[in-house]
């Protein structure tokens, strides 16, 4: 048998044994290396962008601070001693608030515009306005060519020129009068600064996608020029728009101008109504699987006995199909407008009504609400005969039940708990505003001017995992919102996040069986809030 191999000798720590390490070794460098797994390098994970939501709400007098945060003030808007020039559109004004909300020290300086559509000389509020513009030296009345019988100049936007050489475009929802600055629920969308442009610039092919800041230039200044196929209202406006750099702005115009417009495929060319929010969704991503529209408005216009015009004209153009792509579900489509009940718990009661209308008397009305009851839900989702929807969905509060909304919003929620896009506009569910449908010419026909913005996560960021998600009573979203997932079912929840404030509470309530919308021109015996009835007008 052979004999075990003798053990290895121990070396003993001489001075020739150093020196018998310090020489290089043969053995490869692999081999030298420890066997032991190396230790798991620490991964960084990437912050989550928190993006603040791009559409504001505005500050309500009678409530506290804390159901105000992140809201804007008339004042927020306009008391920068820096303003210089101030184009004011919309359909009501009272020219002594407005100027009341100018800096003091500037109020006498700045050159403010006032463009509103009452045309006729016997006209009320066009002989209020006078009135009130005669004493002010600084201000300019403009009236809108107003070719359609029935329509109204309703577009809420101010336009700024600051003496640091930079311009802002706000749109807005509330009439430029004291009761809608109050106590009543109205959104605000700014662009930021706008630098002046050091050299005339053209814009490249990628710079005219939509969503980007040169495509939303050329399409307000379309908007603009509109006014001057008249009467050369906005002449000088747009002269000086040109000079400035909207490259930081994220968003699409959305407007009406009224008239009879061709449809045609021309991208390059503004679109208007119906058409115009159609080719814009068109180029916007939405998650795949069940969804929603949530139309939420504070007026509903006659719009014919059958659903036609709503489900083929308004409701198809909410939810088009891009033209590469493969046939997925129609969203579910809900509409938001108050009862008597929500207007009479509201903080001005009654009074809060008479800026929010639909009629039920006619046959043709009647039966119009009888195929919008289904989609009908509540303003407050508190309401006593209320329905809720889904058993064991989150509640969150919008922290405006009791401010009755003239804001108006289209907002899109996907099944995975984002937001696919949002529009704040002056544009009510009406023909007027929107258009009727398409005629046997192949023209729309528009009645009212009205301007809006459409936003989705996209723009905001490079990346295209962000997404945009609902935020409840501020305009920042929270890093966990949508537990960690984006909604794409892939898991990946680190991407940008873009907030929405969201003016009302989730979940929605239905109506009740019994329950109608409030209706201004209707008597109402019982109390509201401050103990008063309503006779209707």
Request: net charge neutral.
């Amino acid at each position: 048998m052979a004999e075990p191999p003798s053990k290895r000798r121990r070396l003993s720590d001489t001075d020739e044994d150093h020196d018998e390490r310090k020489k290089p070794s043969n053995t490869p460098a692999s081999l030298s290396h420890p066997i032991s797994p190396p230790r798991k390098r620490r991964t960084r994970e990437r912050e989550r962008e928190l993006i603040p939501s791009p559409i504001r709400l505005t500050t309500i007098q009678d409530l506290p601070d804390e159901s105000n945060v992140g809201a804007v003030s008339l004042h927020d808007l306009l008391g920068d001693p820096l303003i210089a020039e101030c184009w004011d559109f919309n359909y009501l004004h009272d020219v002594d608030f407005l100027m009341g909300h100018f800096d003091e020290d500037v109020r006498a300086l700045v050159k403010v515009h006032v463009v509103h559509g009452f045309w006729k000389r016997e006209d009320l509020n066009k002989l209020m306005l006078e009135q009130q513009a005669s004493q002010y030296s600084n201000v300019t009345l403009h009236t809108a060519y107003m070719p359609e019988p029935f329509g109204t100049h309703h577009s809420k936007m101010l336009v700024l020129f600051r003496h640091d050489d930079t311009a802002q475009v706000i749109i807005h929802t509330a009439n430029m009068i004291a009761k809608d600055w109050t106590n009543m629920t109205n959104g605000v969308w700014q662009t930021p600064p706008l630098p002046r442009l050091q050299t005339p610039q053209e814009p490249s092919e990628p710079d005219m996608k939509i969503g980007n800041g040169p495509k939303f230039k050329a399409d307000l200044l379309s908007y603009l020029r509109a006014y001057n196929n008249v009467r050369g209202v906005c002449r000088p406006l747009v002269a000086e728009l040109e000079k400035y750099d909207f490259s930081a702005v994220r968003g699409a115009l959305i407007a009406s101008v009224p008239g009879r417009h061709d449809i045609n495929d021309d991208p390059s060319k503004t679109r208007w109504g119906w058409l115009g929010i159609k080719q814009a969704l068109r180029s916007v991503p939405v998650q795949e699987g069940k969804s929603e529209i949530v139309v939420q408005i504070s007026s509903i216009a006659t719009l014919g006995a059958t659903d036609t015009w709503l489900q083929r004209t308004l409701f198809d153009s909410l939810s088009p199909r891009a033209k590469k792509d493969t046939p997925r579900p129609r969203p579910e489509f809900k509409v938001i407008f108050p009862t008597a009940d929500e207007i009479r718990r509201s903080l001005d009661g009654y009074a809060s009504g008479g800026s929010i209308h639909t009629k039920t008397a006619s046959p043709a009305q009647a039966k119009q609400l009888q195929y919008l009851r289904p989609m009908l839900h509540h303003w407050a989702n508190d309401c006593e005969k209320g329905v809720l929807g889904a058993e064991g969905e989150k509640e969150r509060d919008g922290g405006r039940k009791r401010a009755a909304p003239h804001i108006k919003t289209y907002i899109r929620y996907s099944e995975g708990g984002s937001v696919d896009w949002a529009l704040l506009t002056s544009a009510n569910m009406s023909k007027q505003a929107w258009g009727e449908a398409e005629n046997a010419s192949r023209q729309v026909r528009i009645a009212s001017w009205e301007v809006g913005v459409l936003v989705w996560p996209g723009p905001f960021a490079d990346d295209k995992t962000a997404k945009m998600v609902g935020t409840f009573g501020t305009d920042v979203p929270a890093k966990e919102d949508l537990d960690g997932n984006d909604g794409s079912g892939n898991g990946n929840g680190n991407g940008p996040l873009v907030g929405l404030r969201v003016p009302y509470s989730l979940p929605l309530q239905r109506y009740g069986d019994e329950e109608r919308p409030w209706v201004a021109t209707e008597t109402y015996t019982t109390p509201d809030c401050k103990g008063r009835v309503w006779g209707g007008y």
